[in-house]
């Protein structure tokens, strides 16, 4: 099967039945977004809902439906705590205390979460060194040098 953004619809709404069912539907678009080596997914808010981003990467057919869903699971869990659209707040910062992975857990998907933390130890890092190889970008150290002051400019000439 192509993995395109219809694709991703569909994944959306399999997740929404059976994780969120109980809750109101939720307004969003979902597409992916760029190739990124550390971020999984995105949801931001929009005029008409909030729309959800998945890493580039997942188009790749080696990465299981799992973690697919699980991520689309993850942002929808930002959605209901109020992070994006009408709802209210439920807490002040968006992983505080991991409420998303208990959030996910409440709801049925602790195994999902289990198989999650494993693959993304040992087999995402194969994927990102065949998309990006070994090099990483090194930034370049920036110094910051205090102003100097009267006295600095009196002794040091």
Not at 1 to 13: A, Q
Not at 115 to 140: A, C, S, V
Request: glycine share 8%.
């Amino acid at each position: 099967m192509i993995r395109d953004n219809h694709y991703l619809e569909n994944r959306l709404t399999s997740v929404k039945e059976r994780l969120f069912s109980e809750l109101p539907a939720v307004g969003s678009q979902i597409n992916f977004g760029r190739r990124a080596r550390t971020r999984l997914g995105s949801i931001k808010p929009t005029d008409n809902g909030s729309i959800i981003t998945l890493n580039g990467l997942f188009k790749d057919e080696t990465v299981p439906e799992k973690i697919i869903d699980l991520t689309i699971a993850h942002e929808l869990c930002h959605y209901y705590h109020g992070f994006t659209g009408e709802q209210p707040r439920l807490f002040h910062y968006p992983h505080q205390g991991g409420i998303v992975d208990r959030e996910l857990q409440n709801r049925g998907a602790g195994d999902d979460l289990k198989f999650q933390k494993k693959w993304l130890k040992e087999d995402w890092p194969k994927i990102i060194q065949i998309n990006f190889g070994t090099k990483r970008r090194i930034r370049k150290r920036t110094f910051r040098r205090r102003p100097l002051s009267i006295i600095d400019l009196i002794f040091v000439r």
